[in-house]
């Protein structure tokens, strides 16, 4: 008998000013490993994800280790331990490595040990903005950002965009690594 779904989506539809951008989708994340959404540009597989966390107006169920989030605010979703790792990275610039992961903790005991195991090359850079970190190395810091906590759920939106490929082949390791404790879409 398989665990349950950690993520359930069921019949959503997403819309963005009005416009829909995301038609009756439905599947499920196992409470283990990656799960991939594959489709090709435009077909709104980061809309899935902004609907899932509730950035973007949605409808359908979305339910969370048995728990539905389709009612809840971001910030509640975040709260029960959804992850995010936005497609285009979003650090703050100005502030330095260690801030950008400080502004993330949301716990008394944040995983630093566990982020710097993944990514040394961040724990060296911890005092440079990351502003002026090449794509890679904020990448780098996003996906740090997100397993700075003990989430439930990671939704990692196109985590290797734009990269180098020795780089690309550094964050899938790292995600690689972080799938062992923590489900990720």
Do not use: W
């Not at 980061?46 to 971001?74: E, F």
């Not at 992850?83 to 650090?91: A, I, S, T």
Request: proline share 5%; with cysteine; hydrophobic share 45%.
């Amino acid at each position: 008998m398989s665990a349950a779904p950690i993520l359930a989506v069921e019949h959503l539809r997403c819309s963005i000013a009005g416009q829909q951008v995301v038609e009756d989708v439905s599947f499920e994340v196992p409470a283990t490993g990656i799960t991939a959404v594959l489709g090709r540009n435009g077909a709104g597989k980061t809309s899935t994800l902004r609907g899932i966390l509730g950035l973007i107006q949605r409808r359908g169920t979305v339910t969370l280790a048995g728990t539905r989030i389709d009612t809840m605010p971001t910030h509640k979703i975040v709260q029960r331990g959804v992850g995010y790792v936005p497609e285009d990275r979003e650090v703050f610039a100005k502030l330095s490595v260690a801030e950008n992961l400080a502004l993330a903790e949301r716990q008394k005991n944040p995983r630093r040990e566990f982020v710097a195991e993944l990514f040394p090359d961040l724990v060296e850079r911890r005092d440079q903005p990351a502003g002026t970190l090449s794509g890679g190395q904020q990448q780098m810091v996003s996906v740090a950002r997100a397993l700075i906590n003990d989430n439930a759920l990671l939704l990692v939106d196109e985590p290797t965009k734009g990269l180098a490929p020795r780089i690309v082949d550094e964050v899938a390791e790292a995600l690689h690594e972080a799938a062992k404790v923590v489900p990720i879409l």
